[in-house]
T-cell receptor, first 113, second 111 residues
Framework: DADVTQTPRNRITKTGKRIMLECSQTKGHDRMYWYRQDPGLGLRLIYYSFDVKDINKGEISDGYSVSRQAQAKFSLSLESAIPNQTALYFC????????????FGSGTRLTIV | QKEVEQNSGPLSVPEGAIASLNCTYSDRGSQSFFWYRQYSGKSPELIMFIYSNGDKEDGRFTAQLNKASQYVSLLIRDSQPSDSATYLCAAHQTNDYKLSFGAGTTVTVRA
Protein backbone atom coordinates (compact mmCIF):
# COMPACT_ATOMS: atom_id res chain seq x y z
CA ASP A 1 0.00 0.00 0.00
CA ALA A 2 1.13 3.56 -0.69
CA ASP A 3 2.45 5.64 2.19
CA VAL A 4 0.04 8.46 1.33
CA THR A 5 -3.30 7.61 -0.24
CA GLN A 6 -5.63 10.13 -1.81
CA THR A 7 -9.21 9.58 -2.89
CA PRO A 8 -10.70 10.07 -5.37
CA ARG A 9 -8.03 9.97 -8.10
CA ASN A 10 -10.23 11.86 -10.54
CA ARG A 11 -13.41 13.82 -10.05
CA ILE A 12 -15.61 15.91 -12.28
CA THR A 13 -18.23 17.96 -10.49
CA LYS A 14 -20.52 20.90 -11.16
CA THR A 15 -20.14 24.48 -10.06
CA GLY A 16 -21.65 25.09 -6.64
CA LYS A 17 -21.32 21.53 -5.41
CA ARG A 18 -19.54 20.63 -2.20
CA ILE A 19 -16.72 18.18 -2.61
CA MET A 20 -14.34 16.49 -0.20
CA LEU A 21 -10.91 15.14 -1.02
CA GLU A 22 -9.53 12.62 1.40
CA CYS A 23 -5.98 11.77 2.41
CA SER A 24 -4.59 9.12 4.69
CA GLN A 25 -1.00 8.25 5.53
CA THR A 26 0.78 5.32 7.10
CA LYS A 27 4.08 7.10 7.81
CA GLY A 28 3.08 7.92 11.39
CA HIS A 29 3.90 11.59 10.80
CA ASP A 30 2.17 14.46 12.54
CA ARG A 31 2.59 16.95 9.73
CA MET A 32 0.24 16.93 6.75
CA TYR A 33 -0.27 19.36 3.89
CA TRP A 34 -2.65 20.11 1.02
CA TYR A 35 -1.34 21.64 -2.19
CA ARG A 36 -2.83 22.49 -5.52
CA GLN A 37 -0.85 22.55 -8.73
CA ASP A 38 -1.68 24.55 -11.82
CA PRO A 39 0.39 24.68 -15.01
CA GLY A 40 3.18 27.25 -14.69
CA LEU A 41 2.36 28.04 -11.06
CA GLY A 42 4.00 25.15 -9.31
CA LEU A 43 2.78 23.83 -5.98
CA ARG A 44 0.78 26.23 -3.86
CA LEU A 45 0.01 25.49 -0.22
CA ILE A 46 -3.67 25.50 0.72
CA TYR A 47 -3.66 24.30 4.34
CA TYR A 48 -1.28 22.51 6.62
CA SER A 49 -1.52 20.75 9.95
CA PHE A 50 1.32 20.12 12.40
CA ASP A 51 -0.81 17.87 14.59
CA VAL A 52 -4.46 17.00 15.11
CA LYS A 53 -5.17 20.25 16.97
CA ASP A 54 -2.96 22.54 14.91
CA ILE A 55 -4.35 23.60 11.53
CA ASN A 56 -3.07 26.56 9.57
CA LYS A 57 -3.97 28.42 6.42
CA GLY A 58 -1.55 28.40 3.56
CA GLU A 59 -1.13 30.94 0.81
CA ILE A 60 -4.39 30.16 -1.03
CA SER A 61 -6.93 28.98 1.56
CA ASP A 62 -9.93 31.03 0.38
CA GLY A 63 -12.73 28.75 -0.79
CA TYR A 64 -11.28 25.72 0.99
CA SER A 65 -11.61 24.15 4.41
CA VAL A 66 -9.92 21.17 6.06
CA SER A 67 -10.51 18.64 8.78
CA ARG A 68 -7.87 16.62 10.61
CA GLN A 69 -9.83 13.63 11.81
CA ALA A 70 -6.86 11.73 13.19
CA GLN A 71 -3.09 11.74 12.95
CA ALA A 72 -3.36 9.71 9.77
CA LYS A 73 -6.27 11.52 8.08
CA PHE A 74 -6.52 15.00 6.63
CA SER A 75 -9.37 15.97 4.33
CA LEU A 76 -9.86 19.00 2.12
CA SER A 77 -13.29 20.41 1.28
CA LEU A 78 -14.46 22.80 -1.36
CA GLU A 79 -17.66 24.22 0.10
CA SER A 80 -19.04 25.57 -3.18
CA ALA A 81 -16.84 24.56 -6.08
CA ILE A 82 -16.02 27.06 -8.82
CA PRO A 83 -14.31 26.43 -12.17
CA ASN A 84 -11.04 28.15 -11.20
CA GLN A 85 -10.57 25.48 -8.55
CA THR A 86 -9.97 23.01 -11.36
CA ALA A 87 -6.47 21.73 -10.65
CA LEU A 88 -4.34 18.81 -9.54
CA TYR A 89 -4.45 18.45 -5.75
CA PHE A 90 -1.76 16.78 -3.67
CA CYS A 91 -1.65 15.73 -0.07
CA UNK A 92 1.75 15.34 1.57
CA UNK A 93 3.23 14.40 4.91
CA UNK A 94 6.56 14.99 6.62
CA UNK A 95 8.44 14.33 9.84
CA UNK A 96 8.59 17.34 12.21
CA UNK A 97 11.77 18.79 10.79
CA UNK A 98 11.27 17.57 7.24
CA UNK A 99 14.65 15.90 7.29
CA UNK A 100 13.56 13.57 4.54
CA UNK A 101 11.43 16.10 2.68
CA UNK A 102 7.80 15.46 1.94
CA UNK A 103 6.08 12.29 0.83
CA PHE A 104 3.30 13.05 -1.62
CA GLY A 105 0.13 11.20 -2.43
CA SER A 106 -0.66 10.29 -6.00
CA GLY A 107 -2.91 13.30 -6.45
CA THR A 108 -6.53 14.07 -7.28
CA ARG A 109 -7.36 15.59 -10.63
CA LEU A 110 -10.41 17.78 -9.96
CA THR A 111 -12.45 19.34 -12.73
CA ILE A 112 -15.23 21.81 -12.00
CA VAL A 113 -17.66 22.33 -14.88
CA GLN B 1 9.75 37.89 -4.76
CA LYS B 2 9.06 34.20 -4.53
CA GLU B 3 10.98 32.36 -1.85
CA VAL B 4 12.36 29.85 -4.33
CA GLU B 5 13.06 30.73 -7.94
CA GLN B 6 14.00 28.33 -10.72
CA ASN B 7 15.10 28.96 -14.28
CA SER B 8 11.84 28.68 -16.11
CA GLY B 9 12.87 26.47 -19.00
CA PRO B 10 11.84 24.47 -20.77
CA LEU B 11 15.24 22.90 -21.10
CA SER B 12 15.91 20.64 -24.06
CA VAL B 13 19.06 18.52 -24.09
CA PRO B 14 20.25 15.73 -26.38
CA GLU B 15 20.47 12.22 -25.04
CA GLY B 16 23.78 11.66 -23.28
CA ALA B 17 24.35 15.34 -22.49
CA ILE B 18 24.39 17.08 -19.11
CA ALA B 19 21.24 18.88 -18.01
CA SER B 20 21.88 21.75 -15.60
CA LEU B 21 19.06 23.13 -13.45
CA ASN B 22 19.38 26.16 -11.23
CA CYS B 23 17.54 27.41 -8.18
CA THR B 24 17.90 30.40 -5.87
CA TYR B 25 16.25 30.98 -2.51
CA SER B 26 15.56 34.06 -0.44
CA ASP B 27 15.45 32.74 3.15
CA ARG B 28 19.11 32.99 4.13
CA GLY B 29 18.48 30.75 7.15
CA SER B 30 17.29 27.80 5.05
CA GLN B 31 19.30 24.73 5.90
CA SER B 32 17.90 21.92 3.78
CA PHE B 33 17.25 21.72 0.09
CA PHE B 34 15.47 19.17 -2.04
CA TRP B 35 15.05 18.27 -5.68
CA TYR B 36 11.88 16.53 -6.77
CA ARG B 37 11.15 14.97 -10.14
CA GLN B 38 7.59 15.06 -11.41
CA TYR B 39 6.35 13.26 -14.46
CA SER B 40 3.32 14.75 -16.18
CA GLY B 41 0.16 14.09 -14.17
CA LYS B 42 2.07 12.26 -11.44
CA SER B 43 3.14 13.19 -7.94
CA PRO B 44 6.53 14.72 -7.11
CA GLU B 45 9.20 12.19 -6.23
CA LEU B 46 12.21 13.10 -4.08
CA ILE B 47 15.46 12.44 -5.93
CA MET B 48 18.09 14.44 -4.02
CA PHE B 49 18.52 16.40 -0.83
CA ILE B 50 21.48 18.44 0.33
CA TYR B 51 22.36 20.20 3.57
CA SER B 52 26.02 21.12 3.29
CA ASN B 53 27.87 23.43 0.96
CA GLY B 54 29.48 21.66 -1.94
CA ASP B 55 28.50 18.75 -4.13
CA LYS B 56 26.51 15.63 -3.42
CA GLU B 57 26.43 12.86 -5.99
CA ASP B 58 23.95 10.02 -6.37
CA GLY B 59 24.32 8.02 -9.55
CA ARG B 60 23.85 10.33 -12.52
CA PHE B 61 22.58 13.16 -10.31
CA THR B 62 24.72 15.79 -8.58
CA ALA B 63 23.28 18.45 -6.32
CA GLN B 64 25.36 21.53 -5.59
CA LEU B 65 24.77 23.99 -2.77
CA ASN B 66 26.30 27.42 -2.20
CA LYS B 67 24.75 29.00 0.88
CA ALA B 68 26.71 32.22 0.53
CA SER B 69 25.16 32.79 -2.89
CA GLN B 70 21.83 31.19 -1.86
CA TYR B 71 22.05 28.95 -4.86
CA VAL B 72 21.24 25.29 -5.45
CA SER B 73 21.71 23.36 -8.65
CA LEU B 74 21.07 19.90 -10.03
CA LEU B 75 23.15 18.29 -12.73
CA ILE B 76 21.88 15.27 -14.62
CA ARG B 77 24.72 13.50 -16.40
CA ASP B 78 24.27 11.17 -19.37
CA SER B 79 20.68 12.37 -19.75
CA GLN B 80 18.19 9.72 -20.82
CA PRO B 81 14.71 10.09 -22.34
CA SER B 82 13.34 8.80 -19.03
CA ASP B 83 14.73 11.95 -17.38
CA SER B 84 12.19 14.04 -19.29
CA ALA B 85 10.10 15.55 -16.49
CA THR B 86 9.59 18.68 -14.45
CA TYR B 87 12.12 19.21 -11.66
CA LEU B 88 11.06 21.06 -8.54
CA CYS B 89 13.49 22.74 -6.19
CA ALA B 90 12.43 23.14 -2.56
CA ALA B 91 13.94 24.85 0.47
CA HIS B 92 13.10 24.66 4.13
CA GLN B 93 11.74 27.75 5.79
CA THR B 94 13.66 28.30 9.02
CA ASN B 95 10.69 29.32 11.17
CA ASP B 96 8.64 26.15 10.87
CA TYR B 97 10.42 23.73 8.55
CA LYS B 98 7.75 23.95 5.85
CA LEU B 99 9.06 23.56 2.34
CA SER B 100 8.87 26.34 -0.21
CA PHE B 101 8.76 25.08 -3.78
CA GLY B 102 9.91 26.67 -6.97
CA ALA B 103 7.64 26.63 -10.01
CA GLY B 104 9.70 23.90 -11.63
CA THR B 105 11.87 23.49 -14.72
CA THR B 106 10.67 21.17 -17.46
CA VAL B 107 13.40 19.08 -19.03
CA THR B 108 13.05 17.29 -22.34
CA VAL B 109 15.73 14.82 -23.38
CA ARG B 110 15.65 14.30 -27.13
CA ALA B 111 16.89 11.06 -28.62
Amino acid sequence: DADVTQTPRNRITKTGKRIMLECSQTKGHDRMYWYRQDPGLGLRLIYYSFDVKDINKGEISDGYSVSRQAQAKFSLSLESAIPNQTALYFCATSDPHGVWGYTFGSGTRLTIV
Amino acid sequence: QKEVEQNSGPLSVPEGAIASLNCTYSDRGSQSFFWYRQYSGKSPELIMFIYSNGDKEDGRFTAQLNKASQYVSLLIRDSQPSDSATYLCAAHQTNDYKLSFGAGTTVTVRA
